[in-house]
């Protein structure tokens, strides 16, 4: 069985990290491979209009494999120069693949999410939590820096202050703290927690499917990006959206008092 699940349902893929006896640890040498090929298929599929990605088991990922650290194998053996090029390759590797991902991507967060998976779960657009989850940016509990990139990544999602609080204390923060925190928009019973997310993936599939990846595309830029810049990108795009056939289907459906169709053209 694959460490990495790709099940595509109609318009929605959902990736699901398959390591359940270990607690779905990431960065096993491969990994960055897999999110890699994952997330090309993804774009490349103009059918899929949302993704979810969600852990198997208990856990949504517990983070870095701390025996294989311990015991300095896999990915973390031999030398500084050694392992950083497991980083560049393997866990940095899943989280640019994650970043890429064209369509919105929704974390449906299962159970702890600690460290790199923790940081895995900020990489998407929407996250909903099970009511038993757990988060945390413990990598100084283990003598370990944000190595993943996380020290971008947390702070964008919840603000400098409460990612330094998490990064320098080491400690977890359950899901409604998760939830007042805006680490998460939802919070659901732990047997709901898919059919919330695939409801909301659902609502999003309803969008024009072209328009919907521009918009993804202009909020990612946006983090970055100069106010002057982001405004002639929306410019652009805007143009291209007000040309294709879908605009013309939402007018019409519009003035006809009816459910749109879109097809992506």
Known sequence: MSPLLFE??????TLTINRPESRNPLGEEGDGERFAQAAESI?????????????????????????????REGAFAGGGVHIRESYRNGIHRIIRALWGIEV????????????????????ADIRIAADSSVFGAT???????PGDGGAWILPRVIGQSRAAELFFTAETIDAKTALAWGLVSHVAPATKLMEEARGLAHRICRQPPDVLRMTKRLMREAQTGSFESIMEMSAAMQSLAHATADHQEALAAFFEKRAPHFKGE
Request: glycine share 12%.
């Open 139 to 145: 990598f100084l509990k283990v003598g370990l820096v």
């Open 43 to 71: 774009n490349r599929d103009r059918e899929i209009r949302c993704a979810i990605l969600t852990g198997a088991g208990s856990a949504f990922s517990a983070g870095g494999n701390l025996k294989a650290m311990r015991e």
């Open 104 to 123: 919105p991507l929704i974390a449906a967060v299962n159970g702890p999410a600690i460290g790199l998976g923790n940081d895995v779960a900020c990489l």
């Open 8 to 13: 595509k349902d109609d318009h929605v893929v």
